[in-house]
């Protein structure tokens, strides 16, 4: 094991949170270590609809707010809901002076989509359906520019490093010369969600929990673990295809496109006064019911959308054309998928953690602005506001000297593809989007047969012991609230 140069900070991962904060914290000495290269391997660059901001007519950020808490179901922290729709302006203006390209309006305003559950049109978004990408090749250009900070390519932490103190002081970290020690005056972890934990999800494969796994084995507090978000609307997988499916944005339905069952009927006007625009975990779980039933459902654009696909919807246009679908003129079958996850390490309004040296900042925080249920593109706000905060605040703290780090006690052991097949097959069929206690207790027994053949400290033993974890605070709370539905619950939450 090698011990490398110490920074000022290490943030881990590089996705819109991790960027925003190591940009912020200039003049630090700042180490974004990241699995992938930025930009490409989180789930950031993938995100369609944009970034929710209060820039509308007669919109304010009380009033995003107050639609960020209805769909959280009220278990928001509602002092960090109030910061956070108060930053969103401001964040959109940022992103534009680094060199986001928006997409505008005839009259030069940001043209503001509108997504179910917002009372106004305030989505931010950029080349239609592509604002995750365009958000990171901006931060990505403006990280390559900046002198402060210095990026670790493909390479996973698996193990916070602590001082004798227990102080929070770097990461371990596996590359392609084996394991390293990376030190740090404080970490921030900013690795994202665990979409990739089931077997069907609209995250890319590093979205799996490593990173809350190893704040979990190094005795982190997580947080509103039973809260995971499904999108209704997936590609179908092709036969015998599991893991990220193309999204097809909820932007569809705000179109017009309407969700056909498999004999060419709507479903939705009999289940909720909205319709195809209910909650996002409403039309999940009719999606999913009409796929247990045995059947297959559809996304049908072709009247609301037809021959404007291409344009106004190009990302979704050419994921189906690369399975032989024309969205234009036929329906599209879809599946729900797991999205986005309401849970993560617990942070306080500074983002720390409850292990000092250690803080945490986007899908992998759990800072209480969500709630049950996300506001649909409150996320990539979330990441950029909150990190921005954090970064600002690192660089005004005087910096930690990063003090020396005790061995490592866990080993880089990762799961084996046979074993990352069994958990997400257990989490997809027990504690996806309705669950139960005996099916939550299966799948408990079968993350624990997973468990017991693997060699203590094993970094793939922590991501099954967040497993646990996870199904434990699905088993724990016993009623139907927001994204968490329990079929055996005392009460249900929606129809
Ligand atoms: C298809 C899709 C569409 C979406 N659309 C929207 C939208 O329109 N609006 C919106 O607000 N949200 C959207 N979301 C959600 C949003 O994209 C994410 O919540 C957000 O991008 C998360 O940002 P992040 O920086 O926290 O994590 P990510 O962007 O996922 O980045 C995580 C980083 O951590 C790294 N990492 C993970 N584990 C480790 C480890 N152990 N060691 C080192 N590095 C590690 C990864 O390599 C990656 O760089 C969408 C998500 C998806 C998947």
């Not at 950029?126 to 990280?143: F, I, K, N, T, Y």
């Not at 609307?233 to 295809?241: S, Y």
């Not at 690192?394 to 593809?417: E, F, K, T």
């Not at 939550?440 to 497993?467: I, K, N, S, T």
Request: hydrophobic residues 50%; aromatic residues 6%; contains cysteine.
């Amino acid at each position: 094991m090698t011990s490398q140069t110490a920074f000022d900070i290490l943030v881990v991962g590089s996705g819109v949170a991790g960027l925003a904060t190591a940009l912020a914290a200039a003049p630090r000495r700042v180490a974004v270590l990241t699995r992938g290269a930025p930009g490409e391997d989180g789930a950031s660059r993938w995100a369609q609809g944009g970034i929710a901001a209060a820039l509308g007519p007669g919109d304010s950020p009380a009033q995003h707010a107050a639609d960020t808490l209805a769909a959280g179901q009220r278990l928001n922290d509602a002092d960090a809901v109030s910061r956070l729709t108060a930053a969103a302006p401001d964040t959109v203006r940022w992103l534009d002076a680094l060199g986001a390209r928006f997409d505008r309006a005839t009259d030069g305003a940001y043209a503001l989509g509108r997504e179910a559950a917002h009372a106004h049109a305030r989505i931010v978004h950029a080349q239609g359906d592509a604002s995750g990408a365009e958000l990171m090749r901006a931060l990505r250009a403006a990280v390559r520019a900046a002198p402060h900070v210095t990026v670790l390519e493909r390479r996973t932490a698996f193990e916070l490093a602590r001082a004798g103190d227990g102080r929070v002081v770097g990461a371990w970290a596996h590359g392609e010369r084996g394991p390293e020690l990376w030190r740090a005056g404080a970490v921030v972890l900013a690795s994202g969600g665990i979409g990739a934990l089931y077997r069907y999800t609209t995250n890319p494969a590093y979205a799996d929990g490593a990173g809350l796994a190893l704040a979990l084995a190094a005795g982190a507090e997580l947080a509103d673990l039973e809260f995971v978000q499904f999108h209704p609307t997936a590609l179908a997988p092709r036969d015998g295809e599991r893991g990220q499916l193309p999204l097809l944005t909820e932007a569809l339905r705000g179109a017009g496109a309407v969700l056909l069952d498999a004999r060419g009927r709507r479903f939705m006007p009999a289940l909720h006064a909205d319709a195809e625009l209910a909650p996002r975990d409403v039309v999940a779980r009719a999606v999913w019911a009409e796929c247990e039933r045995g059947g297959r459902a559809y996304l049908d654009a072709t009247r609301a959308v037809g021959d404007a696909f291409p344009a106004r919807f190009p990302t979704v246009f050419a994921a189906c054309a690369a399975r032989g679908l024309d969205p234009r003129r036929e329906p599209i079958p879809v599946v729900p998928a797991a999205h986005y996850y309401m849970g993560g390490v617990r942070v306080d309004a500074q983002a720390r953690t409850s292990l000092p040296g250690l803080y945490a900042v986007g899908e992998a925080a759990c800072s209480g602005v969500h709630g049950a249920n996300r506001l649909a593109s409150n996320s990539l706000l979330e990441g950029l506001a909150f990190g921005r905060t954090l970064g600002a605040a690192l660089a005004q703290a005087a910096p930690a000297a990063p003090a020396p780090a005790v061995a490592g006690v866990r080993v880089w052991h990762p799961l084996d593809a046979a074993a990352e097949t069994a958990l997400a097959d257990l989490m997809w069929r027990h504690a996806a989007l309705v669950r139960d206690a005996r099916g939550l207790q299966a799948a408990r027994a079968g993350v624990a047969a997973l468990r017991a053949g693997l060699p203590p400290g094993a970094h793939g033993a922590d991501r099954l012991a967040l497993a646990q974890r996870m199904l434990d605070a699905m088993l724990a709370r016993d009623a139907s609230v927001g994204a968490h539905y329990r079929s055996d619950g005392l009460r249900a939450a929606c129809a």
